[in-house]
């Protein structure tokens, strides 16, 4: 199958245009809010426009046919040229100069990961940081489209089980009705930005600082714009309590919230990817904050913990909020788990690979393939006992394809590998083991705090400019279910026949 | 009554031969010559050769004067399609036999009534009813329950120590008054006829005894039976075809642990998935490895419903061997069918045989209620409702001249069962239960009209 180039460029000049557009609104906050680089932003915005236009131009005479094999190419070199493009802003406004940084930044963005490398946030201008939390906001609606539309199709890592409305992974073509389907999930994600903003607005952070927020909320993402993440509002429990009631759905499975607002409550109780997450979300909450409320010692952390609603109330949130910002992968920080306890340390550092429910924008593992291993491993037992029995996973009531399972521990497998190698060469950098494996863990995970050097109230600045090229790769593969960009590097893809 | 059967296949030929026995006129219709020429020769019948959808050959079969039209070849289709054509054509009535049991279940929705087809017979849906049923009452070999249960006929195999084995029947009647069950048919041991039980007949070791019991008279059996009682939970079942999933997913929706096996890779997936609660096994039913490694000796029942008669009646007589308490075997060849009193297997299955009573029964609705033929044996049982110009009207059964080759075995009197002995009269509007020999039957029937 010949790969149809001039259908990919069309389409990568399509996303430039996409990102140029939005540089032009994130100008607009710029102008608004009078920080001086509005201009470095307009012209940032329009270089992109006029690339994106230039491209779409000398590709009009394009097949409209993409393969299968088109597919994997347009999603994995699409959040390449997204965070080349997208380096821009931070490049002619110097607010990031070197481009090792810049790429870093703009990647953790995408991938929606929100490691920084920011050392004083507060101080860059107001209409970067809108930049920098759109594209989070821009790589969660693509996450959206990813796993709702894309990789069920594609046929990576057991991801046709909750393809609900995606036809089946028989079609070698993408379907036309991806967006359909797509833009009712972005409404609703669209809607929850909104309706997050206005609450914390509400609730009394600063229209600016909640539409930030609410942008790296319900991406799962975690770049903040102050410097102490959601630490900073810890006198004020509404707040962060709202932000973890939008992270919890964020994590949730779109598809569901979708249900939801149809009224459709049976099919959200029933669904047992949600059952499951909700039950972890509880049980390790509970965990967490029993040891932070009695083991923990507080004032080991440099973080300032007034507890306005009592020690009791302040060790629940403080769990909760913590539990779910790894959990779902968004990587807020209200609290340093690494200061508190040892225990604490390699509990967060196995949440990192639980990740959210899958078609969520959070990244990791995802709940439905660890129900999925867990109910195999549970029936292989049964299968040791009845060697000629037949006896499948079942999944909402259905039967499992053998195949998907396989799929399913071919990327847990490979998963695990990849947090392995990727703690491996962190470590050639010098860097300590407990970092080496956070940092490779956060990062595949797109969770974005790690451990040690590099935990939560530290950044990635540190880091080798090679290790943060690493790093970066680890997010992209992590975010792209690692089947869609490892691919490209086998020789099956490129082979004639 | 006119009535054409189309199919001659073995539902047709057994249901030509139950219904020639009572001087019916019937046409059989059938494509296969040999088919034909064999049941002519055997049975007092008219034969067409001809394809039963054909209008010309339900023309030649008289169709617009006929009163029932049934439908029993192999196909579905086929039969469907005849009855609806034999309606239009003028048949008063029109059975069609079908393997979907899904079209009796939502029977109500499809309404098929509508375009012609009054009933609809499952030969896979009432083998599968019928297991269920003996599943229930696994001390006996058969079982048919008239009125929901007011009265039931159980078969039962006299072992050694059962309470009355050596007395006569009027011996144990006098051990045992005021009981709920009366004999009305015995077959002996290596024999293949019937005797009807008077006073003087005694119950021997081996003999296979029909009972009439009336409510809580199978529990009293089951005691002075001797065999001891034991529930039934494990159950294996051999074969995933129709009667074997619809029995598997019925008895799991019910109590039973369900093991299945099917020696198709295939059928076995799709039946894993669609059936969650049984545990499907893939392979050779006939490999007593398999058996073993799946436990046969902790199974309760064992059933087989493999195409194969074969196959069943080899792996039931394997897992008796096993210890198995209960086995039924699904046989579809009459010949076996007969032996199966001296085979060992506890209960065979016969789908034509149940179609063909099921049919028969649906004709008979009239005087005869319903009625049932005595596996294997040469005695039908028959309920039959009294009017006040019938003979046996207001007279005490005693002074009745009931022919020796029949015996009333029970009275439903305002929905409840009685044991009917000497001294009892009979009303008008009371359904009585009789067993009689084939021979006999014209003979019961003047009683009662």
Request: with cysteine; charged share 20%.
């Amino acid at each position: 199958m010949k790969l149809n180039y001039k259908m990919i460029w069309h389409f990568f000049g399509l996303l430039f245009l996409f990102n140029g557009g939005f540089m032009l609104i994130a100008a607009l906050v710029s102008f608004i809010c009078k920080d001086g680089v509005s201009v470095d932003m307009a012209l940032s915005g329009l270089m992109v426009l006029l690339l994106g236009v230039v491209t779409m131009v000398a590709t009009k005479n394009h097949t409209k046919e993409l393969s299968k094999k088109d597919g994997y190419i347009v999603v994995a070199l699409g959040w390449l040229i997204m965070s080349l493009s997208g380096t821009l802003p931070y490049l002619i406004t110097e607010s990031i100069p070197r481009f090792t940084d810049a790429f870093f930044e703009t990647m953790s963005g995408y991938t929606t990961t929100g490691a920084s490398i920011l050392n004083d946030i507060e101080a860059v201008p107001k209409g970067v940081l809108f930049w920098r939390s759109l594209t989070h906001w821009i790589g969660g609606m693509g996450i959206i489209v990813l796993a709702v539309a894309i990789l069920p199709l594609l046929g990576i890592g057991g991801m046709q089980l909750f393809a609900a409305e995606a036809p089946g992974p028989d079609s070698d073509k993408l379907h036309p009705r991806i967006t359909d389907t797509a833009k009712r999930l972005w409404l609703i994600y669209v809607g929850y930005t909104a309706a997050e903003t206005l609450l914390l607005n509400l609730a009394g952070m600063s229209f600016f600082d909640a539409i930030n927020h609410s942008m790296s909320t319900l991406s799962t993402g975690g770049f903040s714009t102050k410097n102490g993440s959601l630490a900073h509002w810890n006198g004020q429990p509404l707040i962060q309590y709202i932000v973890i009631v939008f992270m919890f759905l964020a994590g949730t499975n779109f598809v569901l919230s979708y249900y939801m607002f149809k009224g459709n409550f049976t099919r959200i109780v029933k669904d047992e990817e949600f059952k499951l997450y909700a039950k972890f979300i509880l049980v390790f909450t509970v965990i967490a904050a029993s040891v932070v409320y009695y083991v923990a010692d507080i004032d080991a952390s440099s973080i300032n913990y007034p507890m306005s609603w009592g020690p009791g109330e302040s060790a629940l949130r403080h769990g909760l909020f913590q539990v779910l910002a790894i959990v779902t992968t968004t990587g807020f920080v209200s609290a340093d788990f690494t200061m508190w306890s040892p225990f604490l340390v390699v509990f967060f550092f196995g949440l990192m690979f639980l990740g959210g429910s899958a078609g969520s924008t959070a990244g990791g593992i995802k709940v439905v393939r660890h129900l999925v291993l867990i109910k195999n491993g549970f029936l292989e037992f049964k299968r040791a006992l009845h060697p000629n029995a037949i006896i499948p996973v079942r999944y909402n009531n259905k039967a499992i394809d053998g195949n998907i399972v396989f799929n399913i521990l071919g990327f847990f497998i490979l998963y695990m590998l990849s947090f392995i190698i990727g703690a491996l060469v962190f470590s050639m950098f010098n860097i300590d083991y407990e970092s080496a494996i956070g940092l490779s863990a956060s990062s595949l995970g797109n969770v974005g705090p790690a451990l040690g050097d590099f935990g939560p109230v530290n950044n990635y600045s540190a880091l080798p400019d090679l290790a943060k090229w690493w790093s970066a790769f680890l997010m992209l593969i992590g975010r792209l279910e690692l089947f869609t960009v490892l691919v490209l590097l086998t020789p099956f893809f490129w082979k004639k026949v | 009554m006119k009535i054409i059967i189309a199919g001659a296949g073995e539902v047709g030929f057994h249901l030509a031969k139950l219904l020639s026995y009572e001087s019916q006129e019937i046409t059989l219709i059938d494509c296969d010559k040999e088919n034909l020429t064999y049941a002519s020769t055997h049975l007092d019948i008219r034969v067409i050769k001809g394809d039963a959808t054909s209008i010309a050959t339900l023309k030649e079969a008289r169709i617009n004067t006929s009163d029932l039209f049934i439908g029993v070849t192999s196909s579905e289709t086929i039969n469907i399609t005849a009855s609806v054509l034999a309606k239009q054509l003028g048949a008063k009535q029109t059975i069609a036999r079908i393997s979907n049991s899904e079209f009796i279940t939502e029977q109500a929705e499809l309404g098929f009534t509508k375009f012609g087809i009054d009933e609809l017979i499952s030969p896979e849906f009432l083998a599968s009813s019928e297991i269920q049923l003996l599943l229930e009452q696994y001390a006996f070999n058969d079982s048919y329950e008239f009125e929901d249960g007011a009265l039931t006929m159980l078969s039962l195999k006299l072992s050694r120590n059962a309470a009355f084995v050596g007395k006569t029947v009027k011996e144990a009647a006098e051990v045992f008054p005021e009981l709920h069950f009366v004999p009305i048919a015995i077959q002996r041991y290596g024999t293949q006829y019937t005797i009807i039980p008077r006073g003087n007949t005694p119950f021997l070791e081996g003999d296979k005894v029909i009972f009439m019991t009336s409510k809580g008279g199978d529990e009293e059996l089951i005691t002075l039976s001797g065999k001891s009682v034991g529930d039934i939970k494990n159950i294996m079942i051999l074969g995933g075809g129709n009667i074997g999933s619809k029995t598997a997913k019925d008895l799991c929706d019910t109590k039973f642990d369900v093991k299945l096996i099917e020696e198709d890779r295939k059928v076995a997936v799709d039946l894993a998935e669609t059936l969650p609660n049984v545990l499907v096994i893939n392979g050779d039913g006939r490999n007593s490895e398999l058996l073993e490694e799946e436990n046969i000796r902790e199974m309760d029942a064992f059933i087989a419903v493999t195409k194969s008669s074969e196959t069943n009646i080899m792996s039931c007589l394997m897992a008796k061997s096993c210890g198995v308490k209960k086995t039924m075997a699904l046989v579809e060849n009459m010949d076996y069918f007969k032996l199966s009193h001296s085979i060992g297997i506890d209960s065979l299955i016969n789908k034509k045989l149940l179609a063909a009573n099921s049919i028969f029964r649906y004709i008979r609705k009239g005087d005869v209620v319903a009625m049932t033929k005595l596996s294997n044996m040469n005695a039908e049982l028959l309920e039959f409702i009294v009017h006040s110009k019938s003979k046996i009207c207001n007279k005490y059964i005693k002074d009745v001249d009931f022919p020796a080759s029949a015996i009333i075995g029970g009275v439903i009197r305002n929905g409840e069962g009685i044991i009917a002995l000497g001294d009892f009269k009979i009303q008008s509007g009371d359904r009585v239960v009789v067993c009689s020999l084939l021979k006999t039957i014209s003979k019961v029937e003047t009683l009662f009209n």
